[in-house]
């Protein structure tokens, strides 16, 4: 019901922008998190968005650089990503639950992942 896209290798300083698009229900009142897991590491937050007007959550690694956004009318919520890093290299996946955002990743949906890889 989750569908992640957009990933791909970019130069570090690049950009990339991802999208995760909801199909098969409408998710009102479902907030949208990104979360990645690099290999190795734990899977950790990255940013997460209301479904309605409502602050946005972001890690302090990529604060300033991402931005979450939506876009209702089309059941999708895009991951702008600016002056990546190498360390931003990882599996980039979106999840949805009711309610409010959580930096925890209990979120009821997930998406399959998309590889983001940034070279140095």
């Known amino acids: 019901q989750l569908q992640a896209s957009g990933g791909g290798l970019v130069q570090a300083g690049g950009s990339l922008r991802l999208s995760c698009a909801a199909t098969?229900?409408?998710?009102?009142?479902?907030?949208v998190g990104w979360f990645r897991q690099s290999p190795g590491k734990e899977r950790e937050f990255v940013a997460a968005?209301?479904?309605?007007?409502?602050?946005?959550q972001y890690a302090d690694s990529v604060k300033g650089r991402f931005t979450i956004s939506r876009f209702n009318a089309k059941n999708t919520v895009y991951l702008q990503m600016n002056s990546l890093k190498t360390e931003d290299t990882a599996v980039y996946y979106c999840?949805?639950?009711?309610?409010?955002?959580?930096?925890?990743?209990?979120?009821?949906?997930w998406g399959q992942g998309t590889l983001v890889t940034v070279s140095s």
């Open positions: 999840a949805a639950k009711p309610g409010v955002p959580s930096i925890v990743d209990n979120y009821d949906y």
């Open positions: 098969g229900r409408i998710f009102s009142n479902y907030a």
């Open positions: 968005i209301t479904w309605s007007d409502g602050p946005s």
